[in-house]
Nanobody, 124 residues
């Protein structure tokens, strides 16, 4: 069983940066595809970014975050990061990381393991 714990959220102003971390335990971390999703109040959970297993050579981003967010992984630390730059008020949401032994995908239903989420709030 894989456990995921997110951290790094907080309250920032528009234009600021944050780096979220997703620390994994259990399982073989390097074999997992990891994705970041977010859910704003009253809205459905939406895809933000994903990174392939092993080397993390393949990354994909939602159009809404492309060019501002960067996903990366450090297999030695069993951690995936989401660097978020030029944050906007519309980025306000609970951010979740998810993992699975799958192909990289934006589909949240494909992921087997989920963290508890970390709140990101961006003020204007």
């Amino acid at each position: 069983q894989v456990q995921l714990v997110e951290s790094g959220g907080g309250l920032v102003q528009a234009g600021d940066s944050l780096r979220l971390s997703c620390a994994a335990s259990g399982g073989t971390f390097s074999s997992l595809v990891v994705g970041w999703f977010r859910q704003a109040p009253g809205k459905e959970r939406e895809f933000a970014a994903t990174i392939s297993s092993w080397s993390g050579r393949v990354t994909n981003y939602a159009d809404s975050v492309k060019g501002r967010f960067t996903i990366s992984r450090d297999n030695a630390k069993n951690t995936v990061y989401l660097q978020m730059n030029d944050l906007k008020p519309e980025d306000t949401a609970v951010y979740y990381c998810a993992a699975g032994v799958i192909a990289t995908t934006w589909n949240p239903n494909a992921y087997d393991y989920w963290g508890q989420g970390t709140q990101v709030t961006v003020s204007s």
